[in-house]
């Protein structure tokens, strides 16, 4: 069935260090897969997008790697700051104009 | 700028009080949608528009409803709020090329009483 998860909850960082959070998704068909930025009281922010026809892809301090062959998705985030401190959301495409949110992790960095 | 906003940012109702959520943009997308987000879980999607057209996800159920009457205005219609319904319903649009990014509002807290 269609499914985009989480392996962990809460992750915790000191500031300064790489995060890394990971999403697991059990669909191949997905071809469009988005990482979501959320903060306490607030919608969620796009952060970065891969399509299926790439395996990496960078922005300003945050990389996107996909791996398709065991359906895995992660986030870094590079020097990971105070401001990194919010509930990051996987998603992917499902069928035209539809997209599924995986459970989500609580990033906390700590000072 | 261009945006998604929500109103109320809170809202407070009754068991078995009908309400409205509202919801509008100004990027003039095509698509538009409703999830809805208990506290720490992922958001859940209840229902979208494209254009005029109404598509409703099978596991939402018939208490909720859904309008839009424009491109820019989509509300949320809850018939029946039960306790169960108290949770942050979250509007977002995209463009109508597929595979795209969703822009969200931030979104109603809506509590049951």
């Known amino acids: 069935g269609e499914n985009v998860g989480l392996h962990l909850p809460t992750l915790s960082v000191q500031e300064g260090d790489n995060s890394i959070i990971n999403c697991a998704y059990s669909?191949?068909?997905?071809?469009?897969f988005i990482w979501y930025k959320q903060e306490s009281g607030k919608g969620p922010q796009f952060i970065i997008d891969?399509?299926?026809?790439?395996d990496k892809r960078q922005g300003q301090r945050v990389t996107v790697l996909l791996n398709k062959t065991v359906k895995h998705l992660s986030l870094q985030i590079a020097a990971t700051q105070p401001g990194d401190s919010a509930v990051y959301f996987c998603s992917r495409s499902s069928g035209t104009y539809k997209y599924i949110f995986g459970t989500g992790t609580r990033l906390k960095v700590l000072a | 700028d261009a945006m998604v906003i929500q109103n109320p940012r809170y809202q407070v109702t009754q068991f078995g009080k009908p309400v409205t959520l509202s919801c509008s943009q100004t990027?003039?997308?095509?698509?538009m949608y409703w999830y809805q987000q208990k506290s720490s879980q992922a958001p859940k999607l209840l229902f979208h528009?494209?254009?005029?057209?109404?598509?409703n996800e099978a596991d939402t159920p018939d208490n909720f409803q859904s309008r839009r009457p424009n491109t820019s205005f989509c509300f949320l219609d809850i018939r029946s709020p039960g306790l169960g319904d108290a949770a942050m319903y979250l509007c977002?649009?995209?463009?109508?090329?597929?595979?795209?990014?969703?822009?969200f509002g931030s979104g109603t807290q809506l509590s049951v009483l």
């Open positions: 669909n191949s068909a997905s071809d469009y």
């Open positions: 528009y494209y254009d005029k057209d109404f598509n």
């Open positions: 990027l003039n997308h095509n698509v």
């Open positions: 891969i399509r299926s026809n790439m």
């Open positions: 977002a649009t995209s463009t109508m090329g597929g595979g795209e990014k969703l822009f």
